[in-house]
C-alpha cells in the first residue's frame, strides 16, 4: 500500500472500521512509511484529546493542517514536501 492509499482509508482505520486485510496493509505502511506513521499518531492524539473532553495539541492540529493541504498538492508542487510547510 503506498501513501495515497493509506491516506484515503487512515480515517476508517483509525475509527476500526476497515476489513482485517485493509488493517494489516496499513499497518505494515505505518510501520515502514515514517511520515504516513506520523499522521497516524496526530490523528490519534486529536482524537484521544476530544475523547477526553480537552482542546486537541496546537501542534498535532498544525500537523494534520498541513498534512491535510499536502494531500491537495500535486507531486512536485511547492507543498508535495519538497519546501517547508505554507505559514
Not at 492524539?45 to 499536502?70: C, H, M, N, Q, Y
Request: proline share 8%.
Amino acid at each position: 500500500m503506498n501513501c495515497l492509499r493509506v491516506q484515503r482509508v487512515l480515517q476508517s482505520y483509525l475509527d476500526g472500521e476497515t476489513d482485517a486485510a485493509t488493517v494489516r496493509r496499513v499497518e505494515a505502511h505505518l510501520e515502514d512509511c515514517r511520515r504516513c506513521g506520523l499522521e497516524a499518531a496526530v490523528h490519534r492524539e486529536i482524537k484521544a484529546a476530544f475523547t477526553r473532553r480537552e482542546a486537541p495539541d496546537r501542534d498535532a492540529v498544525e500537523r494534520l493542517t498541513e498534512w491535510g493541504r499536502s494531500l491537495m498538492d500535486p507531486p512536485g508542487s511547492p507543498g508535495d514536501g519538497s519546501r517547508p510547510p505554507r505559514p
